[in-house]
């Protein structure tokens, strides 16, 4: 079945510093989306990505679709403390919500 | 309600017991999705509802695990004689798209707070 593989699991950096998590899937994509979950709390969606080669961004944090549509990135400039949590991506197969499946997730620590 | 509601928040089960778990979708949302999440791990795919059909149960680890949503609204997980592997977070998420062509907004999967089982 379609695996979705997220780098790298565990990510510290200085408070400032820029963070990047990539995701990729042993399969194309129809569609990507990005959910951050803070510590003790539940996936909140961020984003979706549809179309190859798509770039978004949401103030310091930019998300990236391959052209192939196996891989994506999420990009977060002068990380802040409030950023601490797990990203994970999910891709579906399908259209719509139907059948995605998670990465594991990056968990971002950030020391002061 | 505003968002996606399930009860209870925390369950303490002992191996054997059978548990039920309950979740509220957002109002007028047709899909209806549950996922296990393991402390530390992504959340894994359960079963997935299209209003009260349920289009995709691949995920359920075993027939102990059995979810219904019979009116198309609020749904319930329930596993059979827990076993301590069991003991995870099981989220709810509700969405308002069907299959295909949606948009972004449509397309938004809402997760709940989850319901923590603890199987001792």
Same mark, same amino acid.
């Given at each position: ?7 790298p699991?565990y990510q510290h950096v200085q408070e400032g510093e820029d963070f990047t998590t =990539? #995701?990729?899937? %042993?399969?194309?994509?129809? /569609?990507?989306? !990005? *959910?951050?979950? @803070? ?11 549809? $179309? ?7 103030? @310091?944090?930019?998300? &990236? ?5 196996? /891989?994506?990135?999420?990009?977060i400039t002068a990380t802040q403390t409030?950023d601490v949590?797990? =990203?994970? #991506? ?9 059948? +995605?499946?998670?990465? $594991?997730?990056t968990?971002l620590i950030i020391q002061p | 309600?505003?968002?996606?509601? &399930?009860?209870? @928040? =925390? ?10 778990? @309950? ?10 999705? !549950? ?12 079963? *997935?509802? &299209? ?26 997980? $329930?596993?059979?004689?827990?076993? &301590?592997?069991?003991?995870?977070? *099981? +989220? ?14 449509? /397309?938004?999967? *809402?997760?709940?707070?989850? %319901? !923590? +089982?603890?199987?001792?």
């Amino acid at each position: 079945g379609q695996q979705v593989m997220q780098i790298p699991q565990y990510q510290h950096v200085q408070e400032g510093e820029d963070f990047t998590t =990539y #995701c990729n899937s %042993s399969t194309t994509l129809s /569609n990507i989306q !990005w *959910y951050k979950q @803070r510590p003790g709390g539940h996936p909140v969606f961020l984003i979706q990505l549809v $179309k190859s080669g798509e770039v978004k961004k949401q103030k @310091r944090l930019t998300f &990236q679709f391959g052209e192939a549509k196996k /891989n994506s990135s999420l990009h977060i400039t002068a990380t802040q403390t409030t950023d601490v949590g797990t =990203y994970f #991506c999910a891709g579906g197969p399908g259209g719509g919500a139907d059948g +995605l499946t998670f990465g $594991k997730g990056t968990h971002l620590i950030i020391q002061p | 309600g505003a968002g996606v509601s &399930q009860s209870p @928040r =925390y369950k303490v089960a002992k191996r054997g017991q059978d548990v039920a778990l @309950r979740c509220d979708p957002i109002s007028g949302h047709v899909s209806l999705f !549950w996922y296990q999440q393991a402390l530390g791990q992504g959340p894994e795919f359960l079963t *997935y509802f &299209q209003n009260e059909a349920q289009l995709d149960k691949s995920g359920l680890p075993s027939d102990r695990f059995f979810a219904e949503r019979p009116e198309g609204s609020v749904s319930t997980l $329930k596993i059979q004689r827990t076993q &301590q592997e069991d003991s995870a977070v *099981y +989220l709810c998420a509700s969405s308002l798209a069907l299959a295909t062509g949606m948009t972004e907004w449509e /397309n938004t999967i *809402y997760f709940g707070e989850g %319901s !923590w +089982l603890t199987v001792v």
